[in-house]
């Protein structure tokens, strides 16, 4: 349901999806970075920089989602953060770049 508003541009709804959620796995934390990089606003880089302390380190070795954190982070304007986590992970691979 969650990638159903993603895709049609509802983020804000995928959002609250995710605040529903138990225990989000890291297919829900990937669509939940997506719609925070749909809105591009100061709220939803305050929702990625939560969510993102509170992950588990072994989601971080998953590119794809790294790849939607670097995302959501750059399209909300906190590049410096962005361009820390790039440079401090272990496994960069070719979509990272």
């Known amino acids: 349901m969650m990638k ?3 895709d049609n541009n509802l983020p804000e709804k995928a959002i609250d999806l995710f605040n529903e959620v ?3 796995d890291d ?3 990937l669509l939940l970075f997506n719609s925070c990089a749909h809105l591009k606003t100061k709220e939803a880089l305050d929702l990625v920089k939560k969510i993102s302390k509170q ?3 072994s989601f971080y070795s998953n590119p794809r989602l790294l790849t939607s954190l670097l995302d959501a982070l750059l399209k909300c304007g906190d590049v410096a953060h962005a361009e820390a986590l790039f440079y401090s992970s272990k496994e960069i691979v070719l979509p990272i770049y």
């Open 4 to 6: 159903g508003y993603v």
């Open 22 to 24: 138990e225990n989000p």
């Open 27 to 29: 297919v829900h934390m």
């Open 55 to 57: 992950i588990p380190k």
